[in-house]
């Protein structure tokens, strides 16, 4: 079995990140958030070069075939809430 993927088949990607302003997990949050089934949607990296410049698009499909089922910034899941990020407190 292949450690990276877990329960339901999903798979853990760690990313290790200097981002002293959480701008990463906050862009991830949001597609998380955007991608929720019924919901599908392109997203464009750097819209105002051309191809041969760098730009790319990526496609989230919401319905079954991409889905985030949660986020972890230095090992605590997390949500965001209006733009500020907030650890999701476990209940006992």
């Not at 450690?3 to 990140?17: C, G, R």
């Not at 051309?50 to 075939?65: H, L, P, R």
């Amino acid at each position: 079995m292949d450690p990276l993927k877990i329960k339901d088949n999903f798979t853990v990607i760690e990313v290790l990140v200097r981002d002293d302003e959480h701008q990463l997990v906050k862009m991830i949050e949001h597609i998380r958030k955007l991608s929720s089934p019924g919901h599908s949607f392109e997203a464009v990296v750097d819209p105002s070069v051309t191809k041969n410049e760098g730009k790319e698009s990526f496609y989230f499909d919401g319905d079954g075939s991409f889905y985030i089922k949660e986020i972890k910034m230095n090992g605590k899941k997390i949500k965001t809430i209006d733009d500020i990020i907030e650890e999701v407190m476990r209940r006992i």
